[in-house]
Nanobody, 124 residues
Framework: QVQLVESGGGLVQTGGSLRLSCAAS????????MGWFRQAPGKEREFVAT????????SYADSVKGRFTISRDNAENTVYLQMNSLKPEDTAVYYC?????????????????WGQGTQVTVSS
């Protein structure tokens, strides 16, 4: 069992930056691939980024590539999402998720544990 708690969301202007954190508790955090997803009002939850157990492999949605960076610190049981050059269309609730297994996952259905989410609002 893994418990995930996101933090770092907030209100930012267009072009600004935020860093989201996801603290994990439970066993064997380093054996999970981790991901970030987001859900805007009236839309389905969508993939944002994923990272493998070592941090050696990452993958991003086209909409955030070059602006967002996912990273992890296995010693601290934490995964991060650095978000730069934010746009109003990035406004959403951002969710952290953990997938059993070592390798990156881009599909929502492959994740086993989810956090409660943190709101990110980008004003124009």
């Amino acid at each position: 069992q893994v418990q995930l708690v996101e933090s770092g969301g907030g209100l930012v202007q267009t072009g600004g930056s935020l860093r989201l954190s996801c603290a994990a508790s439970g066993r064997a955090f380093s054996s999970y691939a981790m991901g970030w997803f987001r859900q805007a009002p009236g839309k389905e939850r969508e993939f944002v980024a994923t990272i493998s157990w070592t941090g050696g492999s990452t993958s991003y949605a086209d909409s955030v590539k070059g602006r967002f960076t996912i990273s992890r610190d296995n010693a601290e049981n934490t995964v991060y999402l650095q978000m730069n050059s934010l746009k109003p269309e990035d406004t959403a609730v951002y969710y952290c998720a953990a997938a059993k297994g070592y390798y990156i996952r881009t599909l929502l259905r492959n994740y086993d544990y989810w956090g409660q989410g943190t709101q990110v609002t980008v004003s124009s």
